[in-house]
């Protein structure tokens, strides 16, 4: 077992690492002084422009960095804390992520739960979070957009939006694969195949993924080895472009993933009472479950988007059309031990599965875009969504109970740009939605009617871009935004009443600079912000009643800023770090939220013996996150080259809840990874060593706190062997 590091040491080794990264700086060879910064092109206006164009504060992520963070085997959830601003967790294992951007999220881990970040796959909505957990391969790029983005892709965008683009058809022949195997039976292959099929009219292109890993864990209750801990999991992607003429394009994708393996393991009372450091309960190898089946899941999910896009005089005219489906179903030892041996005090067991039964979401979004060179660019729309499930819970001691939920969404917006001068650019934005979402019951233990919310707002925002020079410039944005009314009905399960939360609305203000320096050898933008959420929607899970409710505070109040940099020193050598501050406050003095039933609370309790939350920050909102990474290279050869590739990453103290206690909260948790290896200059083919969470840190990512002091943990160190090729 690893013991507890303490926040000084892991600030310490924070700042060995950018002192080895700096002094590798100052040893490498003075090569190729022209080697500058490449462009970055992304899409956070929806279309494309350069990253240092664009008035808002945008990070991604491509290339050699996303393929080392994805060696392991990861899902999704590997990109938290790689992002300045961005984190991620999940106590749903693989399937239902949860993300914070700016400490603005959602830690409600019901599988109809609400997210103030927004992820989009190739232009369309995921919205539930089981579609938010999409295998990621054949990628082409990341992009985390931060801040209200509420004009351009409407409601549930309060915090911001995670992008993903992949590889796309074209006419010309090309391929990449890449295979890694590694500690655990852990498989990754990740490819992707291009051609065209009629020269200059139709181009396809099939991609695919398999990822698996063994079982591990070892069940001390059943006395089975290897029980649980491993997945299986595979997904298909299949795209038809088609280009009759030159103005004229559809674009056809179908996909599929399946998912086999372990939900969350959850860890009884390895959380000491009056500490947050990991005790002689946690064993990273081993569990003590009497209940959970070995906490089995399986996802099986499909969609199929159409996009088209026909060129007229001056404009675009772009339609995304866009169907998922999903259904699955996981099951855990929510108390994470048994009642016989604990490990700890457990007093009661806790065995629940929850799933979804035919999820069906239709998207549909109609945009008109301006093409021309003029000082005046613009792009106008209207889109549709709607959505239906079936949510299934089985708490295992009564019948299970199944609810319908329903979500139905318009809107119509607009954006212009104006050069006002050959220095000034101002944008401004405008959004119509409206919102409905129904809860009905199906079966459950107590009656209930139907619930029924909905709202329209409207979301707008304004930016200014100054170009100081060709290689430096400054913004400022302010934005509305609103994420639309909720429902929990996951309460129903246990006897009790569905919970409704009002809109949330959100304004903030920001301002930042970027910049190309040296050159342009380094690329440093950053950016200063603050916003004000009324009505903020949070959710108190767990407690000592374990209950799952909804609840609206007065106000939430945040500030801080963020920094992305990458240094190309030279042909060598590229370095590339980012640092993020957020200082989130819950603004409302009378809100009270239950407690939990082993821990040492440190709110002020009213007289139901309710923390009362005034002043904490946000869940899972981290104050801080720190990311760096080093590329040194040695040419040999004719054309081939030595590299190592490393990443580490710092996350700030993190509150789990929201109420503050001795026990459920983290500070400094850190993890590194190391890539060794030959490849060619030119990239057709690259073998390497690895190691992922290489010094084998084990960080809790959350916590329960209704029955005792259980906690969940990240992933293991895995060490392996990767091998990649590319055809273009």
């Known amino acids: 077992m690893n013991k507890p590091t303490s926040a000084k040491s892991r600030l310490t080794l924070s700042c060995g690492v950018a002192a080895l990264a700096s002094a590798l700086a100052l040893t490498a060879p003075a ?5 500058t910064v490449g462009e970055v092109v992304v899409t956070a206006q929806k279309r494309s422009e350069n990253l240092q164009d664009v008035p808002l504060s945008v990070a991604s992520v491509s290339g050699e960095r996303l393929q080392s963070l994805f060696a392991a085997g990861d899902d999704i959830l590997t990109l938290s804390s790689r ?18 951007i700016r400490g603005l999220g959602n830690a409600d881990f019901d599988l109809a739960a609400s997210q103030p970040v927004s992820v989009i796959m190739d232009d369309v909505v995921m919205e539930n979070v089981v579609l938010k957990s999409t295998p990621l391969f054949d990628l082409d790029r990341v992009e985390v957009l931060r801040g209200p983005q509420g004009t351009l892709f409407g409601r549930n965008t309060t915090a911001g939006i995670i992008k993903f683009d992949t590889i796309r058809p074209s006419q010309t022949r090309s391929a990449r694969g890449t295979a890694t195997y590694g500690s655990y039976g852990t498989l990754t292959l990740d490819g992707g195949l291009g051609a065209p099929i009629i020269d200059g009219v139709l181009a396809a292109r099939v991609s695919a993924l398999v990822q698996r890993r063994e079982d591990w864990i070892d069940n001390a209750f059943t006395k089975k080895n290897n029980a649980l801990g491993g997945y299986e999991e595979t997904a298909v992607r299949l795209q038809l472009l088609f280009t009759p003429t030159e103005d004229f394009s559809a674009l056809l994708a179908v996909h599929n993933r399946s998912l086999d393996g372990t939900s969350a393991v959850f860890r009884a009372n390895i959380l000491t009472k009056g500490g947050n450091g990991l005790n002689g309960n946690y064993k990273r190898d081993k569990v003590f479950f009497d209940g959970g089946g070995n906490n089995p899941q399986a996802y099986d999910g499909s969609g199929a988007s159409l996009r088209i896009e026909y060129k007229l005089p001056a404009a675009t005219l772009t339609s995304i059309s866009a169907y998922e489906t999903t259904n699955g179903v996981s099951r855990g030892d929510i108390d994470g031990g048994n009642m016989t041996n604990g490990p700890g005090f457990i007093p009661f067991p806790s065995d629940t599965a929850d799933g979804i039964k035919d999820l069906d979401q239709v998207t549909q979004e109609i945009r008109l875009a301006s093409d021309t060179d003029g000082p005046l660019s613009w792009q106008v729309g209207a889109y549709y969504f709607d959505s239906r499930m079936v949510l299934r819970t089985d708490p295992g001691f009564v019948a299970p109970t199944e609810l319908r939920h329903e979500n139905t969404s318009w809107a119509v917006f607009g954006q212009a740009s104006y050069q006002i001068a050959e220095a000034w650019k101002l944008t401004a934005g405008l959004r119509w939605t409206s919102d409905e979402k129904t809860l009905t019951n199906i079966v459950a233990p107590i009656p209930f009617a139907k619930v029924n919310v909905s709202d329209e707002q409207v979301s707008w925002d304004l930016s200014a871009f100054y170009d100081v020079s060709d290689t430096v410039g400054l913004y400022g944005r302010v934005a509305r935004g609103f994420r639309g009314p909720t429902i929990q009905g996951r309460d129903v399960a246990f006897f009790g009443a569905p919970s409704v939360a009002q809109s949330e609305t959100i304004l903030s203000w920001e301002a930042g600079f970027k910049s190309e320096l040296f050159d342009r050898r ?10 004000t959420v009324n009505d903020p929607q949070f959710t108190a899970v767990g407690g000592s009643g374990n209950i799952v409710r909804l609840l609206n505070a007065k106000e939430g109040r945040a500030l801080g800023f963020e920094l992305d940099g990458e240094w190309v020193v030279n042909e060598n050598l590229v370095l590339t770090a980012g640092y993020s501050y ?29 923390a009362l939350i005034n002043g904490n920050p946000f869940p899972n909102a981290p104050e801080s996150i720190f990311d760096v990474s080093a590329r040194f290279s040695l040419p040999i050869g004719n054309g081939g080259e030595l590299f190592a590739y490393t990443d580490w990453n710092v996350q700030g103290r993190t509150n789990l809840f929201l109420y503050e206690s001795r026990e459920f909260y983290t500070d400094g948790n850190y993890e590194g990874g190391l890539k060794i290896g030959y490849a060619r200059e030119d990239g057709a083919w690259e073998a390497a060593l690895f190691a992922r969470n290489i010094t084998d840190e084990s960080n809790v990512k959350g916590g329960i706190d209704f029955n005792n002091n259980t906690a969940f943990v990240n992933e293991p160190r895995v060490i392996g062997v990767s091998l990649t090729a590319r055809l273009r």
């Open 582 to 610: 957020a200082d989130t406050e819950i603004k409302d003095s009378t809100l009270a939220v239950g407690v939990c039933a082993q821990c040492t609370v440190t709110d002020p309790l009213n007289s139901q013996n309710r």
């Open 522 to 531: 380094v690329r440093l933008n950053g950016a200063v912000f603050t916003y």
């Open 31 to 35: 090569l190729a002084q022209e080697a």
């Open 83 to 100: 992002v300045p601003a961005l984190y991620a967790e999940s106590s749903n294992g693989r399937a239902a992520p949860r993300f914070y």
